[in-house]
């Protein structure tokens, strides 16, 4: 069966950091493109940072300089450096990734969140 599972998230004050992890496991052939989205309470979700296979990154604008997306294509792994927090980046963080998987099709995967949580 494959999965994405994150870990990472928590608790902390303002300015401080945290790191994302998420693993993708399950047979996998290939994984294309990887991300971190959030969602706020009320909130739509939105994009916070996208890798490609190659490297290739996006950010949105309100992470930018902040936050940071790397990937492990040998460990299948996307993480998210978070740094300055700030309590508007309050949400619960989801993981997404586009996986070719044994019977080499492409599908989205999504983790199931994790909390993160900055207080002022």
């Known amino acids: 069966q494959v999965q994405l599972v994150e870990s990472g998230g928590g608790l902390v004050q303002a300015g401080e950091s945290l790191r994302l992890s998420c693993a993708a496991s399950g047979t996998i052939v290939s994984v294309n493109n990887m991300g971190w989205y959030r969602q706020a309470p009320g909130k739509q979700r939105e994009l916070v940072a996208r890798?490609?296979?190659?490297?290739?990154?996006t950010y949105a604008d309100s992470v930018k300089g902040r936050f940071t997306i790397s990937r492990d294509n040998a460990e299948n792994t996307v993480y998210l450096q978070m740094n300055s927090l700030k309590p508007e980046d309050t949400a619960v963080y989801y993981c997404?990734?586009?996986?070719?998987?044994?019977?080499?099709?492409?599908?989205?995967?999504w983790g199931q969140g994790t909390q993160v949580t900055v207080s002022s």
């Open positions: 890798i490609i296979r190659d490297g290739s990154t």
């Open positions: 997404n990734g586009n996986l070719i998987t044994a019977d080499w099709r492409t599908r989205a995967y």
